[in-house]
């Protein structure tokens, strides 16, 4: 399903500009109507004909232990509407969408409270990583139509620059919940299993890297319903798989994108067959990165991403600004230290960051 853009769909200059505000008010209640008979013909069509979540193979290392033991607990200071956010392992954080009743449709909870989530780990000093995946059978069906269509298609005002400024600030606020995942220092790694739909396809651009299951495929669907994707998609994902062709053939078709295709195109890393070995896959991966220094790991992050948006020059110099403060750290030494002794940096202890 699409990501919130309605800038295009309910401010549309010339229309607002010469229709008087009744005519505006029937258009958006023929919308609100429209929006509601899509978002049911796509809930039919999302919905399995076979249980997909059903897997009678032996579960993976990381299933079993799950299985064995208790439900994870709520991590401390994260209670959330529409997501689940545990203590995985030392130093990892495991956010799981987690409305699967709803396919994890992202509802105006979601929205909200992903930022407020993401912020906050971004200020917690024992947490090094971050996996993102979604509760039950597929990772994100997308916006939820139904409950976001009352604040896109009702907008405060009946003049046609106030609602433009209205929509200007609720897309900056949309915008900012998958912004927030990047701007995290902490590397994030998403795990996708079935479907990654509209804007999913935003979300798991803003992070840092991607697995993704066989059964795993991805829609820019945002054009099915007359919009351009306006949260992260556009801008992000020709600079992910670095080709601009693909992307346009895929924004403008919204055709699905399979598994085998995003590997392909360099949108995940890597494949696996069910959802039990990608998550035990992601959580070891994230272990090895929580090994390192944090200092290390956060400034690589930074200037990558700071490397991305900038020219070679510019970003060496950023680099050196950053360097000559962050080498002055000790956990340059320990790490130096454990490599001559042949020790595992799992056994070096890093001060929290």
Avoid at 269 to 278: G, T, W
């Amino acid at each position: 399903m699409p990501s919130p853009n309605m800038a295009a769909f309910c401010a549309r200059p010339h229309s607002l500009l010469t229709s008087p505000y009744t005519q505006q008010s029937v258009a958006m209640a023929a919308a609100f109507a429209a929006f509601r008979r899509f978002g049911d013909l796509l809930t039919r069509r999302l919905t399995p004909s076979t249980n997909l979540g059903l897997n009678l193979r032996p579960m993976s290392g990381f299933a079993q232990e799950e299985a064995s033991k208790a439900a994870p607990e709520e991590a401390p200071g994260h209670s959330y509407e529409s997501l689940r956010v545990t203590a995985a392992q030392k130093h990892i954080l495991h956010v799981q969408l987690n409305r699967p009743e709803k396919r994890n449709a992202m509802n105006k909870a979601f929205w909200r409270e992903m930022v407020v989530c993401f912020n906050k780990i971004a200020e917690d000093a024992d947490c090094r990583v971050v996996v993102i995946s979604g509760a039950g059978n597929m990772f994100t069906s997308g916006i939820d139509l139904t409950d976001m269509a009352s604040e896109l298609l009702q907008p405060p005002s009946d003049d046609t620059a106030r609602i433009s400024w209205f929509l200007h600030s609720l897309l900056t606020r949309y915008q900012e919940t998958f912004s927030v995942i990047e701007k995290c220092p902490k590397p994030v790694i998403a795990a996708i299993h079935g479907g990654c739909i509209g804007a999913g396809v935003d979300l798991i651009t803003a992070c840092d890297i991607r697995y993704g299951t066989q059964d795993s495929y991805y829609q820019v669907k945002e054009v099915d319903i007359g919009l351009a994707a306006d949260v992260g998609t556009l801008q992000r994902l020709p600079k992910v798989i670095g080709n601009q062709s693909l992307v346009n053939e895929l924004a403008y078709t919204a055709r699905k994108m399979m598994a085998d295709e995003a590997l392909g195109s360099g949108l995940v890393s890597r494949l696996f067959p069910d959802k039990e070995s990608m998550l035990d896959a992601a959580f070891t991966l994230a272990a090895e990165i929580s090994s390192k220094s944090p200092v290390a790991v956060q400034g690589t992050k930074i200037n990558l991403i700071y490397s991305r948006d900038h020219s070679v020059m510019e970003s060496l110099n950023y680099m050196k600004s950053w360097n000559m403060s962050m080498l002055q750290t000790k956990d340059i030494m320990k790490s130096v230290q454990a490599a001559i002794e042949k020790k595992d940096l799992k056994t070096v202890t890093f001060s929290k960051l």
